[in-house]
């Protein structure tokens, strides 16, 4: 992977990584098209004490960390199988929880189209489901936006 600073925001791929039974029912090139993702962010919660005396100063404590809900965003087609994953979940009260890698890509250079930079978000889950955009004064494109809820995240190079 190159060293290519910044990296582009524009430019990258979400991959579900679905067991092996799973696979024929949810995976395909177009599952993984999305035009926006947001919510990779971990924050550590801190509990404050206030200590005794004249110069006495709150002190944070570190207890846990929480991580937002991963949003992902994208044109509506007819074939949509994460869909389906969030609907199975809805009817059954059961989910398949699962791995979800995102890539950066390179977009230049001699490793453009080459991964700069990846995430693994796992054991995610959808919890939240949302089609919008219905305007009859504006000519747009129906948005679908999937929320997933995580454990944590980490990032590699």
């Known amino acids: 992977m190159a060293n290519i600073?910044?990296?582009p925001g524009f430019y990258f791929q979400v991959d579900f990584l679905f067991s092996k039974k799973n696979e024929g029912k949810f995976l395909g090139p177009i599952e993984s098209s999305f035009q926006e993702i947001s919510g990779l962010k971990g924050s550590l919660v801190i509990e404050e004490h206030a200590e005794l005396g004249?110069?006495?100063q709150p002190k944070g404590l570190m207890t846990t960390e929480s991580y937002e809900n991963l949003v992902l965003?994208?044109?509506?087609?007819?074939?949509?199988?994460?869909?389906?994953w969030?609907?199975?979940s809805l009817q059954y009260k059961q989910t398949?929880?699962?791995?979800?890698?995102i890539t950066a890509m390179n977009a230049e250079g001699?490793?453009?189209g080459q991964p700069a930079m990846r995430w693994i978000v796992y054991d995610a889950y959808p919890f939240s489901y949302e089609v919008g955009g219905f305007d009859a004064m504006q000519?747009?494109?129906?948005?679908?936006t999937l929320e997933l809820r995580y454990s944590y995240f980490v990032r590699f190079d």
Do not use: C, M, W
Not at 139 to 144: A, D, G, V
């Open 5 to 7: 600073y910044p990296i």
């Open 54 to 56: 004249p110069n006495a």
């Open 73 to 84: 965003k994208r044109g509506l087609s007819k074939e949509n199988k994460l869909f389906k």
């Open 86 to 88: 969030f609907e199975d």
């Open 96 to 101: 398949t929880h699962v791995p979800v890698l």
């Open 110 to 112: 001699t490793n453009k």
């Open 139 to 144: 000519s747009q494109f129906l948005i679908e």
